[in-house]
């Protein structure tokens, strides 16, 4: 297990050229279920599968570098956004299940009623791809109103992804050699999620994506990934 830490960093040394990739595939992903077949708006399901099933393992890694939507937001957003701090309402767990809930919802609903003159799989993709397009429009407005990523806090399939990554506690964590911490706040400052690393031991935030950015800024070197808990 102690080899699964290095293995991420090695493939984080890579994720500039990979989040571009993905920027565009998921640009791609759009314009196909907008212009060629709402069926392209399947693509929803596959994003969530592969964040549920890579989460007992690696946690939020899957949204790290490997969500076309997360990278999209970053690689598109980074030098427009005003990069506010973000409520912490954003990551409370009422407003998580409130956002999963209306999420459901408008899924139901938009089903329900394309049901009446479509058959069921045509009337699931165009659900899907208008979830698609209108959550990507918020997800926008909230990337340049506070963070790139500020959508990845609150996303539906983060949040499954963070419930699934509940089961197994052996994946990569990040920990705080206290020794050399200065209590600079420089992690928190370079976090998508400001989260604040400066605290001894284990920082478990279930949102750390695992990017590495704190642990390459720390000026002490007071960061590194384990996978030991
Ligand atoms: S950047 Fe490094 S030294 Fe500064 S608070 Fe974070 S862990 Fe401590
Ligand atoms: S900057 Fe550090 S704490 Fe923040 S998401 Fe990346 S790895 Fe996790």
């Keep these: 297990m102690k080899e699964l830490a290095i293995k991420l960093e090695t493939l984080n040394s890579n994720r500039e050229s990979l989040v571009l990739i993905m920027a565009a595939f998921f640009a791609a992903i759009i314009a196909a279920s907008l212009f060629i077949s709402a069926n392209f708006g399947y693509f929803l399901f596959i994003c969530l599968a592969m964040g549920m099933?890579?989460?007992?393992?690696?946690?939020?890694?899957?949204c790290n570098w490997m969500c076309p939507r997360g990278s999209f937001l970053e690689y598109f957003l980074t030098r427009f956004s005003l990069r506010k701090t973000f409520p912490p309402?954003?990551?409370?767990?009422?407003f998580l299940a409130f956002v999963v809930v209306v999420f459901m919802f408008m899924m139901g609903l938009n089903f329900f009623n394309l049901y009446q003159a479509h058959?069921?799989?045509?009337?699931?993709?165009?659900t899907l791809t208008r979830l698609l397009v209108v959550s990507t429009i918020v997800a926008m407005v909230l990337g340049i109103a506070y963070e790139p990523r500020?959508?990845?806090v609150f996303c539906?399939?983060?949040t499954f992804a963070k419930l699934a990554a509940a089961f197994k506690s052996k994946k990569p964590h990040l920990v705080n050699d206290a020794a050399s911490c200065t209590s600079c706040q420089?992690?928190?400052?370079?976090?998508?999620?400001?989260i604040?690393?400066?605290?001894?031991?284990?920082i478990s935030d279930p949102d750390c994506l695992k990017c590495f950015a704190c642990v390459e800024k720390c000026p002490s070197k007071a960061l590194r990934f384990s996978d030991q808990a």
């Design 196 to 202: 604040d690393a400066s605290q001894s031991g284990v």
């Design 119 to 126: 058959p069921a799989v045509s009337a699931l993709g165009i």
């Design 53 to 62: 099933i890579s989460a007992p393992l690696l946690g939020r890694y899957w």
């Design 156 to 158: 539906p399939g983060a």
């Design 186 to 194: 420089v992690c928190a400052g370079n976090c998508p999620f400001h």
């Design 150 to 152: 500020a959508w990845c």
């Design 89 to 94: 309402l954003f990551k409370r767990g009422y």
